[in-house]
């Protein structure tokens, strides 16, 4: 802000709050000082508006500023309960209304200049008031608590009256405002919805009315809304029944019935941003979507508003201009504006039209006519708007932005907008005094923005923006300079010795750790900043050393505070350091000295990383006994603390007496009640008299340093807010600057009244400081001038470095490191020289130096690593040269054996990792196993498995059953022994009619009866399944025609289920049966194919043996077993399992050479050699015989012997007949194969045509299960559909409820308003009688006055003056003007007319020759008349209001009234429907196919057929085929003897017309004319040609016709839409007539049926009576039908007759 001026609180004059000090006592000095506010600096985001034409106020914190935009002078108004809460003014009343934010929060109403306290509204709020709205005309403010409450409540603020209120639970609204031109109209928006609140008046009764209004959706369009619990039409199906809501098919009642809503039916509205209302009770409202809707606030409906199109040159124009502006938008950097659809986040109406603007930051005007605009723009301020308000004249437009600037626009003039506020939307961080302290401050906001201030009255002299989040801020003693420390780590230096244009002159990187808190020392000699972790640095603070980093310390633990103190004496400067310890609950103080042999000599002050030395600094350690949030040191060792346990402040001596046993730890010498509640901060004064403490709750309490005593409090700030952030004292004690947390408020107290001596006191200490420091203040500001300005280089990248950059990891490896007595520092630096902190710059230079100074080493070092490398490389190509078992591992090369110890510990702990993971995954894959198996295996007492065919693909499954639970058993049987019972009675009933029918009726029907029922018990047709073919006991079930009651069902139910379970059992038997037989015919086949194998080696054929087996769907149990063969990786063997087998393997090599030495039998040889191994020849064997040869064999023929010819002739003989043996042998084993093969094949082909039997026993079955199956759902969805139906039932039984509550309670208040009517009635006569009666008293007054001045009296005394209204504004440049008026209004009127009547009573409009007392006495009656006229006009508005409310009253009776009738329908064909549901029921059939044959696809009506007999039927048909056979008898031969007829007839017909055709012929032949065509053909040489001419002739003209016919469909088309265009708009328009007349038709009904009793007991005699009548209307009607059906098929005949007479031919 550019002024402030005077402050007043929002207190009576002269009263502050006063703390009591501890024992409710008070110090003498407490009564004598206070503080008062001088003057408050700030911006909030909450409203801003308008108090008269000149002002502007707006919150902040805990005050109301007040801006003159005249003279740019603010005004403050303190809340003295803390932070304001919600706001608004009301510029034609020039009141004000804020709330606190305060437990039981109230509503205070101000008035403007005087800012004197009217009233206090007290409502039932608990927390906090989120909205204030005050009425345009009338003394009414409207408020909106939140939670927990959320009511809207309506307020007098004059009487201070609570009018009316309404809760809306969980709603939290944006905006509420009222219609201008009628305050009985109350707009309520949130974020997603927008309601308007009607307050309806009853004299002085007030009630509020809800109207919710139905905002498009995300699109723009606007769906009427659908009555999802009362649905237009009722559906009549007979399968799925009866159409009902969703809310009872959801089974809901009560009130959610009535509100719930699919998630299909629900769409996203438009989410409305702002709105305004119009001079027409209209309200434009704008959407974050981009739309402006306008909304009738009467009928609430809602319009969506289009742009309006542009000419062709002004659209090309705007293309080039938005595209100029998105261009121009991403040069900038920015996001592109959308013009065509802005987001409207502000709106404000005129006379011209609408004022809008949002997030783009540009004014548009918007000219709406009718549904369409026209939008211009008007200014572009580069900042999002977030209000528009105009002044009260409507000449100036207030533009606030979010960002704290706010400008004027005067639309009269169209000229630029000028910037009235130049605030910033970021919170204060800090502030400061700037030397020598009495004329500046300065102060910093959190985004980096640095403003000076003019102390006197808080002018704005200056702002400079560092554009970098700042953390600190500290002014220079000794210079004009200002250090602002920076999150990154970076403090800025700045020169403000000339306040209006400040520069920044220097910048340093300290390190990557935010810079916390900046203090400077008294003498102005060194900065201290405090960093995180534990770092504080240490700088000379003098612009002429060029503000050098002196060094910097190290703390162990966490720094909680930091203050310095100087002594000028010893030249040195204190700085006590606050830690934190973790360990224990106590405080621990740190406390150095820097003296100025820092700046003189700092080499030996510091090591070569710039730390400090413990010598030069004189480190000093104090334990204190209790934990502190802050402490301050003054002279003789004492210290003050804040506690953080206890509020109080702790006063310690650092001196050895006060120590506990511990040697370490310090007692407090005293402690002071500190009254603050949450965590808080010391300080202390400049000339270390006054102590202030501040904490969270915003109170700041002033101490004596030496008594503890309150000398001052003042509550500036609240807990709300945030509390206080800090507090400094101006170095004069004059002034102080109190900053808060979050209220984003920066308040200067002054002293208000303190005691001579403490003032005195003061300023000897700010002289005698000035005196110090006033030769170094001169010549460090001629330097400070000097210094050039530093320029920000966009090279750098510390200057673009990301937030995320400054929590880089530490350095690799490869840089060196410090130890840790050296501050384990290697985390502060960079190794990029482009970004480097002073640390690293430390710790690059000494890393430079101990390079250089060991860099002959460092090559030694080098040269042995590569001999050694080279001797290893050497060493390992030799080692991959040897044998494999001599050569070594890659890793025993390694020479770091802790390396290669923590490399192999590495590797154990990732392989236990990795075996826990495994371990674990496998415990829950067991977990997972167990739980399946038990659900899925265990639980089945029948289990799953298949059957396969062996030379077939066929499978046939059986059915997994689960055992019936205790719960299923006892159901059934229940329902079995009900049934049992309901068929004894049944037979019983069945014996009674039995008996009473044989007197009746002959016995032979009754035989032919029961013959009847038990084709019908026994038929499967009725049943409607199969299942007593397939193991199911039909026999239980109820009788489908008999399933009418709910038990029934559900009974039905079970039984079917039951059956179902029986059926499967059946077939899991015979399934048994079958997995059986396949098993034993696998063993058959595995014993025949024994035999096999042994023929086919003694056949010596290499033949693959079918060996069938059971697979795994039929022997499932073998999924749940592990086999060794299945896994595929090495088995991993315990130590025990290893030592097992190899104990195993030693016995086997033992048992394999026990063998060994028995095959070396001699004698086994021998009979191996001789006999084959066996002493007898077996028959089997006989294949592999073979006779020796004899041994002459070889020698040639010519040289045998006789006997050996004879041996020979013998051994051939022997060979013959073994061959023959052979022979038949081997065709007797393939005989054997052969008939062992067709065994197989017969026994495994049978097996398969049973397996297909079962396969097809199994469709069978499944086909009946089907059908069982479909028998439940049929009756489960009955049930469903009843339990809706009831369900339904309910909810409109609820409803009914309410509806007859809300009649009662109408009703009540109907006889209510007619009494108070009748009362206010005779009260209103009564006044008029008496307004009468004065003029007839008047006559007779006067009447003795002579008759001239009577009359000129009697004209007096009607004469009326002209009331003067209310400051009318010039131009009528307010588009509301006076507003609807209410009662309070006609007696400001009132008042207004009798100042009028002054003049008028003065003597010199008086008669002449009139006495000066019969004036007198003339002007008191005519005041009477007047006022007694004022008063009938009044009562009259009164009583026509109450008129009204009782109008409106009886309207919503009767609207109670039709919808209790429409329930009571509801209800009535509700029961018809559940009768209807009981009684038609859903029976299923079996049907054979094709005895049934449909023509078409839709199934026909059966609702008109019976049931009867199939033999009856069969009879007919018999008889219909043999009468049918017949009559085709006859008719073919009728048809053969017709045919002859027939063709004769048409031979006769063809001849006598073909005479007839050659006598015409002839006739042509002789008068035939000679045309033109003809005789251009006869004499026309080329007529072709000449005919294709004038084709192409046509054709083009045909051309043309078509091009002119499509220009002609073209505007029929044009035509037509239009006409489509205005029959929509009169459909439209036809619509709200209907619906007009429908609420006139419902009016007229009310009206006719006003004085009927409100009950409803002859409401269904009237709807019986209704639909008797309807019923006879529809029997006559079917009786004109018939009749009109006969006469139309009379007419028929008769047409056709004479068709046929006069068209004889056809």
Not at 550 to 577: C, H, I, M, Q, T
Not at 1172 to 1182: A, H, P, S
Not at 1365 to 1390: C, F, V
Request: hydrophobic content about 35%.
């Amino acid at each position: 802000m550019e002024a402030a001026g005077e402050a007043r609180s929002a207190a009576p004059a002269g009263e502050e709050p006063r703390a009591k000090a501890p024992g409710d006592r008070r110090c003498s000095s407490a009564e004598e000082a206070a503080l008062e506010v001088s003057w408050v600096q700030g911006f909030s985001k909450k409203n801003f508006g308008f108090i008269n034409n000149q002002t502007v106020c707006y919150p902040c914190g805990n005050y109301i500023l007040f801006l003159n935009i005249e003279t740019k002078k603010t005004t403050v108004l303190q809340c003295q309960t803390g932070q304001v809460g919600a706001f608004a003014a009301n510029r034609n009343s020039q009141v004000l209304a804020f709330s606190d934010r305060k437990l039981n929060p109230v509503i205070y109403i101000y008035t403007f200049p005087e800012l004197n306290k009217l009233t206090e509204l007290k409502g039932n709020a608990q927390l906090d008031y989120t909205l204030l709205a005050f009425s345009f005309t009338g003394p009414y403010v409207a408020s909106y608590s939140s939670i927990p409450e959320f009511v809207l409540s309506v307020w007098n603020w004059q009487e201070n009256i609570l009018l009316c209120s309404e809760t809306q639970p969980g709603v939290t609204a944006t905006s509420l405002t009222f219609n201008p031109m009628n305050w009985q109209q109350l707009c309520f928006v949130n974020e997603s919805s927008l309601t308007i609140w009607h307050i309806e008046r009853n004299n002085d009764e007030h009630h509020l009315k809800q109207n919710p209004v139905k905002l498009p959706d995300g699109q723009g369009s606007v769906s009427p809304r659908k009555d999802l619990f009362f649905p237009v039409s009722h559906s009549e199906d007979p399968y799925h029944g009866p159409d009902l809501p969703v809310s009872a098919i959801a089974g809901l009642v009560g009130d959610e019935a009535e509100t719930f809503m699919p998630r299909n039916y629900i769409k996203p509205s438009v989410h409305p941003t702002a709105h305004c209302w119009t001079a027409t009770s209209e309200i434009y409202v704008g959407c974050k979507e981009g739309y402006v809707l306008a909304i009738d606030a009467e009928t609430c409906s809602v319009s969506v508003l289009q742009q309006k199109p542009l000419p062709e040159y002004m659209r090309k124009i705007s293309d080039v201009v938005s595209y100029v502006r998105r261009e121009v938008q991403k040069k900038k950097g920015g996001k592109p504006k959308d013009l065509q659809k802005p987001v409207l986040f502000a709106m404000a109406f005129c006379n011209e039209g609408l004022y809008a603007a949002g997030s783009e930051g540009i004014l548009f005007f918007y000219h709406v006519k009718g549904l369409q605009y026209e939008m211009k723009i008007c200014a572009d301020i580069l900042q999002p708007i977030s209000s528009l308000i105009f002044s009260p004249d409507y000449t100036i437009l207030l533009l606030v932005t979010d960002q704290g600037a706010v400008y004027t626009y005067k639309p009269a003039q169209s000229g630029e907008v000028v910037k009235l506020l130049d605030a910033c939307s970021s919170c204060f961080l800090a502030a400061d005094f700037l030397t020598p302290g009495n004329k500046y401050c300065v102060s910093v906001t959190i985004s980096g923005e640095v403003q000076v201030w003019l102390l006197e009255d808080g002018t704005c002299l200056s702002k400079l923006n560092i554009d970098i989040e700042a953390t600190a801020m500290a002014c220079c003693p000794s210079s004009n300079s200002v250090a602002v420390g920076t999150k990154r780590g970076q403090i800025y230096f700045l020169d403000v010795t000339k306040a209006e244009a400040p520069r920044v002159v220097h910048r340093i990187f300290l390190s990557k750790f935010p810079v916390l808190s900046l203090h400077y020392d008294q003498s102005g000699q060194f900065l201290i900043a405090r960093a995180t972790e534990g770092h504080i640095f240490i700088l000379d603070a003098r612009p002429s050393k060029l503000f050098q980093v002196l060094g910097y310390v190290v703390l162990a633990d966490e720094v909680l505070d930091l203050s310095v103190a100087s002594d000028f004496k010893n030249d040195l400067v204190e700085v006590v350091v606050l830690l934190k310890v973790a360990e224990v609950q106590r405080a621990r103080l740190e406390i150095f000295c820097l003296s100025s042999a820092l700046t003189t000599d700092n080499d030996k002050c510091v090591n070569a990383q710039g730390m400090l030395n413990a010598s030069a600094i004189k480190k000093e350690q104090y334990d204190l006994d209790y934990p502190l949030s802050s402490a301050v040191r003054l002279k003789d060792n004492i210290v003050y603390g804040y506690c953080t346990c206890a509020p109080f402040i702790c006063k310690y001596h650092l001196s050895e007496e006060n120590m506990l046993e511990d040697p370490s730890v310090f007692l407090s010498e005293k402690r002071t009640p500190s009254n603050h509640f949450g965590a808080g901060f010391l300080c202390l004064s400049p000339n270390s008299r006054w102590l202030a403490s501040a904490a969270k709750d915003g109170v700041l309490f002033l101490y004596h340093t030496f008594t503890m005593d309150i000398l001052a409090q003042k509550h500036s700030h609240s807990y709300q807010g945030g509390g206080i952030r800090s507090v400094v004292f101006s170095l004069d004690g004059k002034f102080i600057l109190v900053n808060g947390e979050n209220d984003g408020a920066l308040v200067c107290l002054k002293w208000k009244k303190i005691k001579k001596t403490e003032v005195k006191e003061a300023a000897f200490h700010w002289q005698s400081l000035l005196a110090i420091l006033n030769k170094s203040t001169l010549n460090e500001n001629i330097v400070l001038k000097s210094m050039a300005e530093w320029q920000f280089d966009p090279e750098s990248t510390s200057e673009s470095l990301p937030e995320e950059k400054f929590k880089e990891a530490p350095l690799k490896s490869s840089n060196v490191g410090v130890t840790e007595e050296e501050g384990n520092i290697t985390s502060l630096y960079s190794a990029s020289t482009s970004d480097m902190t002073w640390i690293g710059q430390k710790i690059k230079k000494v890393i430079r130096e101990e390079t250089q100074r060991f860099a002959n080493q460092k090559k030694e070092l080098q040269m042995g690593i590569k001999k050694l490398r080279k001797t290893i490389q050497k060493m390992m190509l030799e080692n991959e040269q040897v044998p494999d078992i001599e050569k070594l591992e890659q890793h025993e090369f390694n020479l770091d054996i802790e390396e290669q110890e923590r490399a192999q510990a590495e590797a154990e702990q990732e392989v236990a990792r990795a075996r826990k993971e495994i371990e674990m995954e496998n415990l829950a894959n067991c977990y997972l196993q167990d739980v399946i198996k038990h659900e899925c295996w265990d639980a089945m007492c029948v289990k799953g498995r298949a059957v396969k065919c062996f030379r077939m693909a066929c499978e046939v499954k059986n059915y997994p059953l689960k055992g019936h639970s205790e719960e299923e058993l006892e159901t059934l049987e229940k329902v079995l022994r009900l049934k049992k019972i309901e068929t004894a009675d049944l037979k019983v009933q069945k014996k009674n009619l039995e008996t009473e029918s044989e007197t009746v009726l002959p016995k032979e029907e009754g035989q032919k009866a029961e013959e009847a029922m038990a084709d019908d018990s026994a038929s499967d047709c009725l049943i409607g399944s199969l299942s007593s073919q397939y193991g199911g006991d039909t026999s239980i079930l109820y009788h489908q025609w008999d399933l009418h009651t709910r038990e029934q069902k559900v009974n039905q139910i079970v039984l079917l289920k039951d059956i179902i379970y029986k059926v499967k059992t059946a077939f899991n038997k015979e399934f048994d049966i079958v997995a059986q037989q396949k098993e034993q015919e696998i063993a058959r086949v595995k014993e025949r194919n024994l035999r096999i194998r042994e023929i086919l080696a003694q056949l010596d054929l290499q033949v693959e043996v079918w060996e069938p087996a059971l697979t795994d769907d039929e022997i499932p149990e073998q999924a749940l077993t592990v086999q060794d063969s299945e896994i595929k990786v090495e088995k991993y063997l315990t130590q025990q399992e290893r030592e097992k087998a190899e104990m195993l393997a030693k016995l086997e090599m033992e048992r394999h050479l026990t063998a060994m030495v028995i095959k070396d039998n001699e004698r086994l040889r021998a009979l191996n050699d001789m006999m084959g191994g066996v002493l007898e020849v077996k028959k089997e064997d006989i294949l592999k015989m073979d006779i020796p040869p004899p041994p002459f064999i070889s020698k040639p023929e010519d040289i045998w012997s006789d006997e050996e010819k004879k041996i020979f002739r013998e051994h051939e003989k022997k060979v013959k007949q073994l061959n023959e043996e052979k022979e038949n042998y081997r065709r007797a084993l393939e005989n054997e194969l052969k008939k062992l093969e067709a065994s197989i094949q017969e026994t495994t082909q049978n097996f398969d045509d049973t397996v297909c039997k079962l396969s097809e026993r199994k469709v069978k079955i499944e086909m009946v299960i089907y059908q069982e199956e479909l028998k439940i759902v049929n009756l489960i969805y009955a049930l469903l559909l009843d339990e809706e139906l009831d369900t339904r039932e309910v909810g409109l039984h609820n409803f009914l409820m309410k509806k007859e509550k809300e009649k009662v309670k109408t009703a009540r208040t109907i006889q209510t308003t007619k009494n108070k009517i009748e009362a206010y009635l005779d009260t209103y006569e009564n006044a008029i009688v008496e307004e009468k009666n004065l003029e007839c008293s008047f006559t007779k007054e006067f009447a003795d006055v002579p008759a001239n001045l009577f009359d000129e009296l009697f004209q007096l005394y009607k004469y009326r003056p002209k009331t003067p209204m209310t400051e009318i504004l010039p131009d009528t440049a307010n588009p509301y003007g006076d507003g609807s008026g209410s009662a309070e209004d006609y007696k400001d009127a009132l008042t207004l007319l009798m100042k009028a009547m002054d003049e008028l009573d003065s003597p010199e409009h008086m008669p002449n020759g009139l006495d000066l007392s019969m004036w007198e006495h003339f002007c008191l009656a005519r005041r009477n008349k007047m006022e007694s006229e004022e008063l009938v006009k009044w009562m009259a508005l009164t009583l026509a209001e109450m008129q009204a409310f009782l109008q409106r009253r009886m309207d919503d009776n009767e609207k109670i009234k039709s919808e209790i009738e429409d329930i009571f329908q509801e209800l009535t064909w509700l029961q018809e429907e559940k009768m209807k549901l009981q009684l038609n029921l859903t029976v299923q059939f079996l049907l054979k196919q094709g005895q049934v044959e449909l023509e078409s696809t839709e199934i026909p009506d059966y609702s008109d057929a019976i049931l009867i007999n199939k033999s009856v039927i069969e009879e007919l048909n018999c008889s219909i085929m043999a009468q049918g056979q017949k009559k085709i008898a006859s008719m073919v031969e009728c048809k053969e003897f017709s045919k002859g007829i027939f063709q004769l007839e048409w031979e006769h017909k063809k001849m006598r017309m073909q005479i007839d055709d050659l006598k015409q012929k002839a006739r042509d032949i002789v008068t035939l004319p000679i045309s033109k065509d003809r005789q251009l053909f006869l004499t026309v040489l080329n007529y072709d040609s000449r005919i294709a001419h004038h084709i192409s002739v046509m054709e083009q003209t045909l051309g043309i016709m078509d091009k002119l016919h499509k220009k002609n469909v073209k505007n029929h088309q044009k035509r037509i839409k239009e006409l489509e265009k205005c029959i929509s708009l009169k459909e439209q328009a036809n619509y709200k007539l209907s619906l007009e007349l429908k609420e006139m038709l419902v009016f007229v009904s009310e009206r006719r049926h006003i004085f009927e009793a409100a009950d409803t007991r002859h409401v269904s005699v009237k709807i019986a009576k209704q639909r008797y009548q309807e019923i006879l209307k529809q029997k006559h009607l079917r009786g004109l039908v018939k009749e009109q059906e006969e006469q139309f098929e009379i007419l028929q005949a008769e047409v056709e007759r004479l068709k046929s007479r006069t068209f004889p031919i056809l």
